[in-house]
């Protein structure tokens, strides 16, 4: 079935038949059709299961305009954002009894929509299929548990976590065993092959990790991730809070990406155990693209004026922060924006507060350019870059300092733009531009106590 196709076929028909008589079997009576907007929030609607066929054939239908970076006019056939639901992504969700999660395309006037993220998304993983390859991406979700207090400010909502030093801390997941033991629960139940639960090194933070998948699996797979964390603390009365650093003197959140590529034949293409930090040629040049792209990359990986304040070599209660500043890479070196281990790369640029599939999209663009282009493999950095820093040493050349930095490299940026298309990076230039201008327009407390009785 082409994009354009009305209906489905006759086997694709007989399929979507047997999957809801088993989706009825399991009492679900409702989809909930989901798609992300550009600010990388899962939005959707309820859909009575009778009406799937009309969903997957021609879509959830969504006033277009109100939905935030469509771009979509207010009247005419191309207002409605219409999300073609993916039959294969169907799962009963156990924290909405009765109710199935899918995930939708977005479609305007019968047409893929440009300023659909995974759209976008889409078009970069079809580039690269045409060469064979494959893309697996590990995601790496960290994230705060919050609470807001009674005089309306937040906090980490388990009070009596504050160790100097809280990596690892037992005590606070015996405290937070509920939530977490929930997350588990849930989690199994879609079908993540969880792998292991921690606490991070701020207070409030916690990583769980799932088995890698393919990068549009793998963005639809984070965003249900955040879909049954934000329903399961709420359960809790806490909040999941993918604030890159709502603690100022503590570790940010980051959402790191283990990527590697793999040819039609499930060879590995990064990898070469004679290479260089185990990285074969393409893996270098990919690994070049990243550092080659990554003002523009900042952008949509770290989307947020917040994401700044992650992204910053400054001092941690603490005493240990990873936030990824220097552009170089290194052999399982966490003071660098790229790591190698194990034949693959972490690029550790990404917020949990980007758009998934958008950061995807630019990231196998920025790699696949590397390649291509033959880009010169960067030096590997065998040194404490954080140590360098402080001693005054010379340091590679650091990530932009602000969004609006950041905007201004994606906005230079031929081959970025190109990836994402020139309707959606439009769109996302004026809502973050919007934000930035927002935010310098505030007065913080940091402001009138310095300067109110100056």
Known sequence: MNDRSAAPGNNAGAALDERIAALRAQGVHSVLATFTDLEGTPKGKLVPLDGLPGAVSQ???FAGPSIVGTGLPRM???SEYMGRVRPESLRPLPFMPGVAHAVCD????GEPLDTDPRQVLRRQVARLRERGWTLWVGIEPEFFLLRRGDDGRWGVADARDRLAKPSYDLRSIGRNLGFLDDMREALAALGFALEQIDHEDASGQYEINYRHDDALAAADRYQLFKLTAQAVAERHGCTFSTMPKPLAHAPGSGLHFHLS?????GGPLMGDDQGALGLSDAGWGFAAGLLAHADALAAVCAP????????AASDCASGTTWAPVWKAVGENNRTCLLRAVAGRLEWRLPDPACNVYLALAATLAAGLDGIDRGLPAPRPCEDDLYQRHAAGEPVPERLPRDLHEAL??????????????EPLVAQF??????????YHAQVSDWELRRYAEG
């Open 408 to 421: 201004r490299g994606l906005e230079a940026d031929a081959v970025v733009r190109a990836a994402l298309g």
């Open 106 to 109: 977005g479609y305007a006037g």
């Open 429 to 438: 230039l004026a809502l973050k531009r919007a934000e930035w201008a927002e």
């Open 59 to 61: 879509g959830a239908g």
């Open 261 to 265: 590529l793999s040819d039609a034949g």
């Open 304 to 311: 947020t004026v917040n994401s700044y304040k992650r992204l």
């Open 76 to 78: 005419g056939a191309r």
